[in-house]
């Protein structure tokens, strides 16, 4: 049968079922015969934070959302345009994030009484007319699944019935015309060691894809065509794990240190630490520490050997290494903490994405702590915060925390693979022995060794034990000026907290300034600024974009630089009329604008656990632009009440 | 370069703070006096300390050093420890810092066999916060925290060590140089973490509690030393011993010379003697390399405080696996990092 083709510019597709039924991976196989194609993609899995809910529950349904494309795009979507429901409980969790006109596509031999009664529904909604507004696809793909594996040999009936996800993948595939390769030689290779398996898994994708083409239920063959606005180059799919781990691989070859990461497992950090501990054979040590504190003592004791110390947690795991961060700001001693964090406070959702930390990862330690802040915008830029991260913790002997979240952490995007030689290369400058040829500036003119003298940049020198005539102490007490002596006269603490203020702020000079995507036409001048931070970034670009396409005249830009921020963040807000500030936390960076520089910030906030959605963007510049007159009518939070003043 | 090296060597410019008569300025000394037979230079040695009055300890020894947080010596040392194997690193601690704040570190390192010894100044007693009960104040003990007398259990940091499966675990005395060196010889030979409990009198706010152990005229009636290969007699006479008694409890016994005749009967028959009395042969021998740790475990239980006859020495010296870094020591070379960046399904555009 010949089918019609129909041209998509952009596509949202959501695979939903119970935990047991392999959707990670079915969307994972999607991803990379989507990215083979060449259109750019985002995706976004969420799953459950149980390990093994009850299946057929709606707390088992796990789904992994990608947004692929012909133009570049920012988020992996707000809505999708295609459920795949595997199950009625994978239906009734997202059905109500479905526009009208969207497609579900379900399995039909799952829709039994008892799975409705999990789900509970009390009729069934493929035939009570509750889904008439979508267009709906019936598959029995347990069924065509069976029948398919079923001749082969030493395929069990359980094998048989965890194949149907790869029928599922085979309709989908066929559908957007996605290569079949890609996924068969991954069939091939996952299931090398049981031949029965991969055959099962084979014949259940062969069998989704003459499903698609023979069946006279989808009449339709989409095409989506690859992208043409991405720059040139090699790329790869990587989510905010990877290439934060990369980052810091990086990292440690520019600066000749080895990794060493000390983390404790936690959602979704430990992801962190998984993928780190595979690179043991390139310099990267990991250890599972007994608890948090230890981990980022361990991190500390590594930096303190002169190595990269590294610590990674989430959630209530920021509260527990506080102490040992603030003893890194009084050591000064290079230290990376990434707080990937999640929905608080204790434990949460720990699952589930916010930008809650902000304020503890600023403020959270007694006594004046200051130290820089990063926050990756994109999974792929989380490579580039660590590596900067890295960079700015050695270079000026402190602390850094890059604030990744689970958003970034988990979504996937194309990734321009970046060419090694363009990474700058890190001095660790270690302090050398008096005598030796040294290139520290502070080492070698002082005697005795002063291990709290400082160069240009305000940093002190970094002595790593074994380097002989440098042996000192350092410690959490207050030091003197210079000799790193207990100090405990006031005049030298107020010097000493300056100097560490003054030196984070000194990280400033190199943050590069904030830029403002501005309205393209010059006629058209904006007053209204959309300002966000971190993650957030492809969500507030698309909401512009959407405002734009709708005829609204706005800017947005994208802190990445928490602290030190830009040089001209102020030039920058005062330069509009309205400044909005989008976070998934309760106005966090929006009140320490308006301290900074009182400007009057206006803050749109959300805490669901989700990531910010481009229609939220949109509809929030469209409120502001249409009603301009009194900024207090405008809902400050999604619900539409008004939250009580801060 | 070692053969030079002298006592002074190992002495900071820093002025030492603690009360007169302290039991850490005995301790600073004996460490700084025993650090030159390493034969380690002074740069490639590392104290690392916690929070309390042995806190300072780092301060006053001219290697590299860290001051570092309440309790977590043992996670900087373990840090420290993986990244660089080729420093002797040193943990001073006090019984709130290792036992109460920090006792998760204590054990796992010990656990883990971090290549990390750790001297444990146990004093009883929270001495830099003025005077507070600590993990190892005896039940009863009026402090300034516990005015009607402490009602929680003690640890005994040798059995808790023991505990941890630790593989080095000895005890000494602050007062006793000779002792407190040749417990701190061992502990530098040995390999893997080795955790050396200090009695040392706290003389502002609990002084004289190893009095038994420390005071003329009481120190030779119960300090029971433990030595390899020995049996373990003690006494000012030498006139008692340990045997391992009914239910396969130890026991204190009166032992008889062997020419006491008819007061004891040797082997079997001397440990069923209906007295207290046995011949040497039935003593226990001490054996601190023997893999089960048990018997260690009794001897430490033998003195719940040490008011009496106490155990000191050396109680477990064992061999088992050294925690090492799990990665290489060198970062990976750039061929490495563009492999490694181009790993996976990739694809060119353009």
């Known amino acids: 049968m010949r089918k019609a083709v129909e041209e998509r510019e952009r596509v949202i597709i959501r695979f939903a079922g119970d935990s047991g039924d392999g959707m990670q991976l079915t969307g994972s196989r999607f991803t990379d015969a989507t990215a083979v194609v060449g259109n750019d993609l985002a995706t976004l899995p969420n799953f459950p934070a149980e390990i093994r809910a009850p299946a057929g529950t709606l707390a088992g349904v796990s789904a992994f959302q990608i947004q692929f494309a012909s133009r570049d795009i920012l988020t992996p979507g707000d809505h999708p345009d295609v459920l795949v429901a595997m199950n009625p409980a994978a239906l009734k969790a997202n059905r109500a994030e479905l526009h009208p006109g969207a497609t579900i596509i379900v399995n039909e031999d799952a829709f039994t009484k008892r799975n409705l009664e999990k789900a509970g529904y009390a009729a069934d909604p493929l035939s009570d007319g509750s889904l008439e507004r979508f267009r709906v696809h019936r598959i029995p793909m347990s069924t065509m699944t069976s029948a398919a594996v079923e001749e082969i040999d030493g395929v069990s009936t359980r094998d048989a019935g965890r194949a149907k996800n790869l029928f599922a993948l085979g309709v989908i595939s066929w559908l957007y015309g996605r290569p079949t390769d890609v996924s068969k030689r991954w069939i091939e290779r996952r299931f090398a060691r049981d031949p029965a398996v991969a055959q099962a898994n084979l014949a259940a994708f062969n069998a989704g894809w003459s499903f698609g083409e023979t069946t006279e239920l989808l009449d339709v063959q989409y095409r989506v065509k690859p992208a043409t606005d991405v720059p040139p180059g090699r790329y790869r799919n990587v989510n905010g794990t990877t290439a934060l781990s990369l980052g810091l691989i990086a990292a440690s070859v520019r600066s000749g240190l080895p990794l060493v990461l000390a983390s404790y497992p936690i959602t979704p950090a430990s992801e962190l630490l998984h993928e780190l501990s595979k690179h043991a054979a390139i310099g990267v040590s990991t250890i599972q520490a007994e608890d948090e504190i230890a981990a980022a003592g361990m991190a500390l004791g590594a930096s303190f050997g002169g190595k990269l110390g590294v610590t990674a947690t989430s959630g209530p795991g920021m509260d527990l290494k506080a102490e040992t961060i603030g003893l890194a700001v009084m050591l000064e001693l290079p230290l990376i903490v990434v707080d990937v964090q999640r929905a608080g406070p204790s434990t949460g959702m720990p699952t589930k994405t916010e930008q809650s930390d902000l304020l503890m990862a600023l403020h959270g330690r007694h006594g004046e702590s200051p130290l820089p802040v990063i926050a990756p915008t994109t999974a792929g830029d989380c490579f580039d915060a660590a590596f900067e991260a890295a960079r700015v913790a050695i270079r000026y002997r402190t602390p850094v925390i890059l604030l990744s979240d689970t958003f970034l952490a988990s979504s996937s995007e194309p990734w321009l693979i970046p060419d090694v030689a363009d990474l700058p290369a890190i001095d660790p400058a270690f302090a050398v022995a008096p005598g030796t040829d040294s290139h520290s500036s502070a080492a070698e003119t002082s005697d005795p060794f002063q291990p709290y003298s400082r160069d240009e940049k305000l940093a002190r020198p970094w002595a790593v034990p074994g380097t002989p005539g440098l042996a000192h102490r350092i410690g959490g007490l207050e030091k003197a000026h210079g000799t790193g002596n207990i100090s405990y006269d006031g005049a030298n603490h107020q010097r000493m907290t300056e100097l560490r203020a003054a030196k984070v702020a000194a990280v400033g000079d190199e943050v590069p300034p904030l830029t403002v995507d501005i309205e393209p036409d010059p006629a058209r001048p904006t007053d209204l600024l959309v300002l966000g931070w971190g993650s957030t970034e492809g969500a507030i670009r698309a909401g512009v974009r959407l405002a734009r396409e709708a005829g609204h005249k706005v800017a947005c830009a994208q802190l990445r630089n928490l602290n030190p921020l830009p040089a001209n963040t102020g030039d920058v807000l005062r330069s509009f009329e309205r400044v909005l500030v989008p976070e998934l936390n309760c106005g966090q960076l929006a009140s320490i604008l308006r301290a900074r520089y009182l400007v009057d910030i206006e803050s749109f906030t959300k805490v669901q656990g989700q990531p910010l959605f481009a229609v939220e963007v949109a509809e929030q510049i469209e409120a502001r632009q249409s009603r301009r007159t009194d900024a207090a009518d405008v809902p400050a939070s999604l619900d539409g009440e008004r939250r009580p003043p801060a | ?350």
């Not at chain 2, 152990?213 to 120190?219: C, E, Q, V």
């Not at chain 2, 008692?240 to 005749?261: K, N, Q, Y």
Request: aromatic fraction near 6%; include cysteine; proline fraction near 6%.
């Open chain 2, 1 to 350: 370069m070692s053969a030079t090296l002298a006592k002074g060597d190992f002495q900071s410019d820093q002025e030492t703070r603690w009360c007169p008569g302290c039991g850490d300025y005995a301790v600073l000394a004996a460490v700084q006096q025993f650090m030159p037979e390493l034969g380690i230079p002074p740069e490639r040695i590392v104290f690392i300390t916690g929070i309390g009055c042995a806190g300072r300890f780092a301060y006053y020894m001219d290697t590299y050093g860290m001051h570092g947080i309440h309790g977590r010596a043992p996670a900087l040392a373990t840090g420290l420890a993986t990244a660089r194997d080729d420093l002797s690193i040193w943990v001073v601690t006090g019984d709130g810092d290792a036992l109460s704040i920090g006792g998760n570190h204590l054990i796992h390192a010990l656990r883990r066999n971090v290549p990390v010894r750790i001297l444990l100044f146990n004093n009883q007693i929270y001495g830099l916060t003025k005077g507070q009960a600590s993990p190892t104040s005896e039940l009863g003990k009026i402090t300034k925290s516990t005015p009607f007398g402490v009602s929680d259990h003690p640890f005994n940091p040798i059995a808790l060590a023991l505990g941890a499966e630790a593989s080095f675990v000895a005890r000494t005395i602050d007062r006793d140089r000779h002792h407190l060196t040749e417990v701190l010889r061992a502990a530098a030979r040995h390999e893997g973490a080795a955790l050396v409990e200090i009695y040392q009198n706290c003389p502002v706010f609990n002084d004289g509690a190893f009095g038994a152990l420390t005071d003329k005229g009481a120190r030779d009636a119960n300090q029971i030393r433990l030595r390899a290969g020995e049996p373990i007699r003690f006494g000012a006479e030498n006139e008692r011993g340990v045997i391992r008694g009914d239910g396969g409890c130890l026991e204190i016994v009166e032992v008889a010379e062997p020419d006491d005749a008819g007061a004891a009967r040797s082997g079997e028959a001397g440990r069923r003697a209906a007295g207290r009395t046995v011949s040497e042969d039935a003593l226990l021998v001490h054996d601190p390399a023997r893999a089960d740790p048990g018997l260690a475990f009794s001897l430490a239980k033998l003195a719940e405080t040490p008011t009496g006859p106490t155990p000191i020495g050396i109680f477990r010296d064992v061999a088992r696996p050294v925690y090492r870094q799990t990665g290489a020591t060198e970062p990976a070379s750039e061929a490495q990092l563009i492999e490694l960046l181009g790993a996976g399904a990739t694809w060119e555009v353009g």
